[in-house]
């Protein structure tokens, strides 16, 4: 569903994807970490062209992401993409907000939108906030309107960049909850996180990245178990 071949990218000089090599198949959980700085954001942001590649080829669904002639509009609707801050308007309420791209981009009638959008909003677990506004949400509550967001645009790919790193601790177990109900639905996720909980339990692979490069690519009892790259073995005893 997700090829990177051979893919580099730079920011003028500064070369911070070298030669990514990465397939993730329908429905797979993959989990990305790494040190700050080695290229997970720009990683995933290169997969909904909010980054283009500068080397190498990156296709979705068979489509070429670098390609001028592929629909990148259609290609963004097919991704669903949530980041450590929530981003949500903060004067149009948890209901609005949802319902927004559905309207705008699939052109969805108000009616519609808004079933879809309590659907969501119900699926994770707040669906009596729906005429709130964000400031009278909590942060993990205000996450998951972020997600129920994303899926109202009815994906085929999730993207998580850290969606847990901006929430107080005891917020981040009601965001997670909501991530493996999705993963066990068999969403197809690409989730750069930190919370190795998570990633053991739910992740079909771990990916590991450092300045720029994957470095190792295993399942989570692997990987824990006993990394292979030595600085795999030092990001773990430093989170750990
Ligand atoms: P991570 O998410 O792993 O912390 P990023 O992908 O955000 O890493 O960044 C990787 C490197 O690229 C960092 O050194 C960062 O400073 C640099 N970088 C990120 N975005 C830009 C940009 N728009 N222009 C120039 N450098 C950037
Ligand atoms: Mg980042």
Redesign the pocket.
């Given at each position: 569903m997700i090829v990177f071949d051979r893919v580099n990218k730079y920011?003028?000089d500064?070369h911070?994807l070298k030669e990514i090599n990465l397939t993730i198949k329908k429905g797979e959980v993959v989990v990305v970490i790494?040190?700050?700085?080695?290229?997970?954001?720009?990683?995933l942001r290169c997969i909904n062209r909010l980054e283009t590649i500068s080397q190498g080829s990156l296709s979705i669904n068979g489509l070429n992401v670098a390609d001028k002639k592929t629909d990148i509009n259609k290609l963004r609707r097919n991704i669903g993409m949530v980041f450590q801050h929530f981003h949500l308007y903060p004067h149009k309420t948890v209901l609005e907000n949802i319902m927004l791209a559905p309207r705008k981009v699939l052109g969805q009638s108000e009616e519609e939108a808004k079933k879809i959008a309590l659907k969501y909003l119900d699926k994770v677990g707040i669906g009596d906030k729906a005429n709130s506004f964000p400031s009278q949400l909590s942060g993990g509550q205000q996450q998951r309107v972020a997600i129920a967001r994303g899926l109202a645009m009815g994906p085929e790919i999730m993207l998580f960049d850290e969606p847990t790193s901006a929430l107080d601790p005891e917020m981040i177990g009601e965001v997670l909850d909501v991530m493996k109900a999705l993963a066990h639905e068999g969403m197809t996720m690409v989730v750069?996180t930190h919370e190795m909980g998570f990633a053991r339990e739910v992740a079909d692979r771990i990916v590991f990245?450092d300045e720029g490069r994957v470095l190792e690519e295993a399942t989570p009892a692997e990987f824990y178990a006993n990394p292979r790259e030595e600085r795999a073995r030092l990001f773990l005893s430093r989170i750990l």
């Open positions: 920011y003028g500064f911070v790494g040190p700050s700085g080695s290229g997970k954001s720009t990683l750069v990245m």
